[in-house]
């Protein structure tokens, strides 16, 4: 702690400012995916914004984190959200900007922003902060995973020298978070570590909320150990930035000096193995604050060993998992060692008193917006097929142009919504992902009577995507469109279809992602077929779709159905969603073969959706 003090005081007087260990201010935290904060079931995924606050003294520093993913310094600014943080911005305040990912131009996107229209849309920034007398802090974007000795994106698609030339122009502080993650990325670390340990590729099993992996998302997010250490290195850059920069004005000087003083002690944070290899991968020493997250990571295949477990510097064994995680730093230094089999056993390392730690560490209060209510009769309640895990119900928009209606045959859910005919009309949907991607594909099922096409807009979040119907033939007879390469990001999003001809837009009854995770906002994600859920026992089940009507049930082996007796219609249909085979009969109470006479069909995954007496009963997958 002297040490701390010696730094505070000898900045104090570098700027000529008192610094004032009351001083209570807020850190408004702007950006895209890999800043912004992730819901618990996201989990390893992390943006730096949600862990910034771990690495302040909380009682004088709150860290508010607007940033979310898909934007860009333009959409931001063009989606209103730079007005909501201009609203909350008082005097001696610090605002961290953070664009780059998404302003890239290609010439294929809303938001991408060509470079010589950068400056204007980062320069927004600065005048808010100046209008409100807060500080400016330019954060430029972390590399992304281009590998060992790999490109420099953000040198290329220069943001790192704007950012840099209008922090100078402003008077503002300037934070090259690109040049120390390149540096640690293409120069300095192992590229698998990186891949592995940083950005977000989880290998099957790893974690409870990617039971299948993450092997296509591992160039541009990151987990939580990712995020520690780019606020790792944003600590530093300001401390450098304070000691070493003379653009930066008086008042910003300030701020800075506040902002500095308010960082909690960092202590040496030494990770080691009880055996040898230099190609081992192993979480990295670092320099981190009391209360940060804990992460601990090895990689025992690139050991060759059998990995015994985590240990403590008091040789206390942690976990017998080589991922460690959902603990806090200590209030000193610490010293964890992964055990192997064939090494010597642990060997307890001197260390100092844990410091206190009572001071409340500040948290990202603004986030991913809040989950809404819903009728849950609109949400998928049965299991969704593997290649289509995420069916969300369409019938019944959060706000629309038309009408949810059911009087055609073959929809697979509550109805369908039946656009106005009209240029103008859409329909809105509340959506969640509880993941990311970047080629996402998403189909749509609908139908429509009519002799010409009908062109929409389906608008994913802030992506946009034409998409053409071909007419069906009949109002009774539904096929199904496909969008490719749908941007997702883990968040509360909109979906939204919108008209693009005077006929309105076909009867729409659902849609898909081939991603697991995307849902109505306010219910739950799907479950997939020959996914196992585990039990709070531990043990594994399958969960089946729950019949609407309690006493119909669905033997899938012998494609019978128990019911009380009644008029049961079924409706056998492919992937497609185009009906195969359509009976209406009355049957005894008890169990009956699904339809009366056999169907021939190709092997393969089909639909059946049954009803009894008027009302739906079940729909679910069946094998053929």
């Known amino acids: 702690m002297k040490g701390v003090f010696k730094f505070l005081a000898a900045a104090a007087v570098f700027t000529g400012i008192a610094v004032s260990d009351s001083t209570s ?3 408004h935290v702007i950006g ?4 912004c904060n992730y ?9 730096w914004g949600q862990i910034l606050g771990s690495f302040f ?7 508010v984190n607007y940033a979310i993913g898909g934007r860009s310094s333009k959409t931001f600014v063009q989606e209103g959200r730079l007005d909501e943080v201009k609203k909350n911005l008082q005097k001696g305040d610090v605002m961290m900007v953070q664009f780059g990912h998404n302003d890239r131009y290609f010439g294929s996107k809303p938001r991408e922003v060509p470079f010589d229209s950068l400056g204007y849309w980062l320069q927004q920034y600065a005048d808010v902060a100046k209008g409100a007398g807060a500080t400016l802090v330019y954060v430029t974007p972390m590399n992304m995973n281009m590998g060992a000795n790999g490109r420099n994106i953000f040198t290329e698609y220069n943001v790192v020298g704007k950012m840099e030339e209008l922090a100078k122009k402003n008077g503002a502080v300037y934070v090259n978070l690109n040049a120390k993650s390149y540096n640690a990325y293409s120069k300095s670390w192992d590229p698998a570590y990186v891949s592995r340990y940083q950005f977000k590729m989880f290998l099957k099993g790893e974690y409870p909320n990617y039971k ?3 092997t296509n998302d591992g160039t541009t997010h990151f987990q939580e150990s990712g995020s520690i250490a780019h606020c790792q290195w944003i600590a530093e850059e300001l401390e450098s930035a304070l000691k070493n920069e003379s653009y930066i004005s008086a008042d910003n000087k300030a701020n800075l000096t506040q902002l500095v003083s308010a960082l909690k002690p960092r202590y040496a944070f030494t990770v080691k193995a009880n055996v040898s290899n230099s190609k081992g991968l192993i979480t990295h020493n670092q320099q981190l604050p009391g209360g940060a997250p804990l992460t601990l990571h090895v990689s025992p295949g690139s050991f060759g060993k059998k990995f015994v477990g985590w240990y403590d510097d008091d040789c206390n064994k942690l976990s017998a998992d080589s991922n460690y995680y959902g603990k806090k730093t200590l209030y000193r230094a610490a010293t964890y060692t992964a055990v192997f089999d064939g090494g010597p056993a642990c060997q307890p390392t001197s260390h100092g008193e844990e410091g206190s730690g009572d001071n409340p560490t500040s948290s990202s209060s603004v986030g991913p917006e809040s989950s809404a209510s819903i009728d849950t009769a609109l949400c998928f309640t049965g299991v969704a097929d593997e290649a289509w895990p995420s069916p969300i119900d369409m019938a019944s928009p959060e706000a629309g142009d038309g009408w949810t209606e059911a009087n055609h045959e073959g929809f697979t859910g509550q109805g369908f919504f039946n656009f106005d005919n009209s240029a103008y009309s859409t329909a809105t949907y509340n959506v969640t992902s509880d993941q990311s991607a970047s080629n996402a594909r998403v189909m749509i099922r609908y139908s429509f009577q009519g002799n010409t096409d009908r062109d929409m807009k389906l608008t994913v979040d802030n992506g946009e995507y ?4 071909k007419s069906t033939g009949s109002w009774d007879k ?5 969008v490719e390469d749908v941007w997702v990001d883990a968040l509360d999003f909109k979906v939204k279809l919108a008209s693009a001809s005077a006929d309105g837009g076909p009867n729409i009854d659902m849609i898909a992602f081939d991603i697991k995770g995307v849902y109505r906002t306010g219910c739950k994600p799907a479950k997939v077929e020959n996914d196992v859920e585990s039990s709070s026992s531990g043990e594994s089940s399958i969960v089946w779709n729950k019949p609407l009507v309690s006493a119909v049930s669905f033997d899938a082996l012998n494609r ?16 497609m969603g185009k009906i195969l085979k359509r009976e209406l009969r009355n049957v005894p109470s008890g169990s009956v073969p699904m339809l009366s006479s056999g169907v021939r069909l190709p092997k393969g995954r089909y639909f059946v959706r049954i009803s009894l007496n008027g009302k739906l009963a079940l729909m679910r997958p069946v094998s053929w």
């Open 32 to 35: 895209d995916s890999t800043v």
């Open 39 to 47: 819901k618990d079931n996201a989990y390893p995924q992390t943006g």
């Open 466 to 469: 034409d998409v053409t119907f």
């Open 560 to 575: 019978s159905v128990a019911t009380p007796g009644g008029l049961m219609e079924v409706q056998l249909m492919d992937a």
């Open 212 to 214: 299948d992996g993450v």
């Open 25 to 27: 201010f807020k850190v």
């Open 478 to 482: 539904w096929d199904t469109a496909y």
């Open 57 to 63: 003294d909380g009682s004088r520093v709150q860290v």
